[in-house]
């Protein structure tokens, strides 16, 4: 069965710095792999996803994820943080027509 | 609908009673879910309908949860016998079969008291 594993609950960092929340998934098939984004007091929306082909994913605001199929992993990234994307971030996975799993999320606070 | 629409946004019951949450997927979308997403505890799925096929009920954490799927559109989950641990936001997406991503509606805020 398919499980999401984020590996940090928490991630503090300053305005400006690079940030990575990490996802490790589990699957014996191939998977489509989500990003959401919870912002204070706001519903999920689509941060980005990877279906198939290049393994480097852009999404929005800025952010980017790489899956690697080796590592089983499909790790978040930004460049420089501003204080709005101070949210809770959820990774997913999904096996093609299966139901829809998350993991427990990491609460990125962003400093000044 | 433009989105995935959640009723009541909020909801206060009392400890034994029964309550029913509403979703109305997005128009033409074959899949729906159910989660339930209490303080610190992530995403933690209830159920999910796919088409005709018979719904995945395997996330549900007691008998007093049940859901249905009217006509392949609306769904009502139903907890029977509140309890106080049952206090969470409740939330629904749809997704269409051959799109992969889901949308979630804004969610339903049960408090149990």
């Known amino acids: 069965a398919q499980s999401v594993t984020q590996l940090d609950s928490q991630v503090p960092v300053f305005e400006e710095a690079p940030v990575e929340l990490r996802c490790n998934y589990s699957?014996?098939?191939?998977?489509?792999l989500f990003w959401y984004v919870q912002y204070p007091n706001q519903g999920l929306q689509l941060l980005l996803k990877?279906?198939?082909?290049?393994?480097l994913v852009k999404g929005i605001n800025g952010f980017e994820a790489e899956f690697n199929k080796s590592q089983t992993s499909f790790h978040l990234r930004k460049p420089s943080v501003h204080i709005s994307d101070t949210a809770e971030y959820f990774c997913?996975?999904?096996?093609?027509?299966?139901?829809?799993?998350f993991g427990a999320g990491t609460i990125l606070r962003v400093k000044s | 609908g433009a989105g995935v629409s959640q009723s009541p946004s909020n909801k206060v019951t009392e400890k034994g009673k029964d309550v029913e949450l509403r979703c109305d997927p997005i128009?033409?979308?074959?899949?729906l879910y159910w989660y339930r997403q209490s303080l610190g505890q992530g995403l933690e799925f209830l159920i999910y309908?796919?088409?005709?096929?018979?719904?995945?009920k395997s996330g549900l954490p007691s008998d007093r949860f049940s859901a249905e799927r009217t006509g392949g559109s609306v769904s009502t989950l139903t907890i029977q016998r509140t309890q106080q641990e049952d206090s969470a936001v409740y939330l629904c997406?749809?997704?269409?079969?051959?799109?992969?991503?889901?949308?979630f509606g804004q969610g339903t805020r049960l408090t149990v008291v």
């Open positions: 997406a749809s997704r269409w079969i051959g799109v992969t991503e889901a949308f």
């Open positions: 699957s014996s098939v191939s998977v489509y």
């Open positions: 990877y279906l198939s082909g290049s393994t």
């Open positions: 997913a996975v999904s096996e093609e027509g299966n139901k829809l799993v």
């Open positions: 128009s033409g979308h074959t899949a």
């Open positions: 309908f796919q088409g005709n096929s018979a719904p995945d």
